[in-house]
């Protein structure tokens, strides 16, 4: 039980201290204190695009991957056998053939069930596949620690990011409960080499080998309006960089917050960070996974989390249409971030996890209007229902807490 206790307990704690600030998102106080709190600054010069859903990404993904010259580096938490898997492994295989060199790092866990035809047909294009963290016995002490980056950088010029891996489950354009909601952004230009520095790090974390040159760090150019910030977190360094930028935000905002995350299970100090800002008088919104939620252990430790919120007001959204799958905060109508992070302990103390941060109106209003139109597929919960529930549903959250750093 001891070795257990070690082997589970989270590698990063969130801040106790300094979690209250007099500076807004809309200051220049708030991007020089989450550039220094994160060590990452805003890159200028870059071109960004939000895309939602599978028949949105998925094309355009591999669009790029099969106008490759000189690189392809994924990363990947899921990468599962199906039709998905396979069109992106015939791609990756085309391009390896043509002389294109192709680096694909997977989850040991998350991606165990690729399947062994995926791995043939990569195999046999010559692409390189590498297993990050696999479970042995002289690595026991960091089974925990897994790779949740969804990273794609191609020619070290282009990269997305976001919330989808590649399976089946993220065709389509979330009509229906076998068709996942979920985002995935775009961008060109200076920004791109700190999303290949994440991938380059776990690589040679896992190969022994150092990624340099041309291949994956071409001479920088402006390609668009877009100040951008890539915010890597490890639990290797002791705290989570993107938490500190989560809460950040939410300490700075003055008139709104907007949430919206399938896996919802704030930490005690995350709870108490959103309920002063509500008292403060900040409008706060947060949409989960509702009943399509596909984590038994996220949805009770997310319901039980429930009645600290809405007593003071905040609105809780559970989507219904389908899985909820893409993770995005918008403080102020002004700061927004996407990325691979969800808001629970996992993502904050065990996983590799990468985000995107975008100080701009205009793409912050963009996702603010995607999500009210997710908002007419949600149930909105009441405090009222939420006590109402039953002895057997409380129960279940019980059990389901003593879980809840895994989540």
């Not at 200028?44 to 591999?62: H, K, S, T, V, W």
């Not at 039709?83 to 391009?95: I, S």
């Amino acid at each position: 039980m001891t070795l257990l206790c070690y082997l589970i307990h989270p590698r990063s704690e969130p801040p106790t201290l300094g979690l209250d600030h007099e500076f807004a998102t809309d200051s220049a106080e708030f991007l020089a204190t989450v550039a220094g709190s994160t060590g990452v600054p805003y890159v200028p010069g870059n071109a960004l695009e939000i895309l939602n859903n599978g028949d949105a990404f998925y094309p355009r993904m591999l669009g790029d991957i099969r106008r490759a010259r000189a690189s392809i580096c994924m990363e990947a938490y899921i990468y599962w056998a199906g039709e998905v898997g396979d069109e992106f492994a015939a791609a990756l295989a085309d391009r390896a053939r043509a002389g294109v060199r192709v680096m694909i790092l997977l989850d040991a866990v998350g991606s165990s069930s690729i399947g062994d035809r995926t791995l043939k047909t990569l195999d046999a294009g010559g692409c390189e596949v590498v297993w990050y963290n696999p479970i042995n016995w002289n690595t026991i002490d960091r089974y925990n620690n897994r790779t949740h980056r969804k990273s794609l950088i191609v020619d070290g010029a282009v990269a997305y990011t976001g919330g989808a891996g590649i399976a089946d489950q993220w065709r389509g354009d979330a009509r229906g409960p076998d068709e996942w909601r979920d985002m995935q952004i775009r961008f060109e230009g200076p920004a791109v080499r700190w999303l290949q520095s994440g991938f380059a790090h776990n690589w040679q974390e896992s190969t022994g080998e150092l990624v340099s040159g041309d291949l994956y760090y071409p001479n920088p150019r402006a390609r668009g309006q877009y100040a951008l910030q890539v915010v890597l977190s490890s639990p290797e360094v002791g705290q989570s960089s993107v938490q500190t930028m989560y809460f950040l935000g939410i300490m700075c905002a003055r008139k709104s917050i907007v949430i919206a995350n399938p896996y919802f299970v704030p930490n005690q100090v995350a709870l108490d960070t959103l309920i002063e800002a509500k008292r403060r008088g900040v409008d706060v919104r947060i949409m989960v996974s509702g009943i399509r939620n596909d984590t038994w252990l996220a949805r009770q430790n997310a319901v039980r989390k429930y009645g600290a919120l809405l007593r003071v007001g905040i609105q809780i959204l559970e989507y219904n249409r389908s899985m909820l799958h893409h993770k995005v905060m918008v403080v102020d109508g002004i700061w927004s971030t996407i990325g691979t992070t969800n808001f629970d302990s996992r993502s904050f103390a065990h996983n590799e996890e990468s985000n995107v941060c975008v100080h701009d109106r205009g793409v912050a209003t963009d996702i603010e209007k995607m999500f009210e139109r997710d908002s007419d597929a949600c149930a909105e919960i009441t405090l009222a229902a939420w006590e109402g529930r039953g002895w057997l549903q409380k129960g279940l959250e019980v059990v389901a807490s003593l879980f809840e750093d895994q989540v």
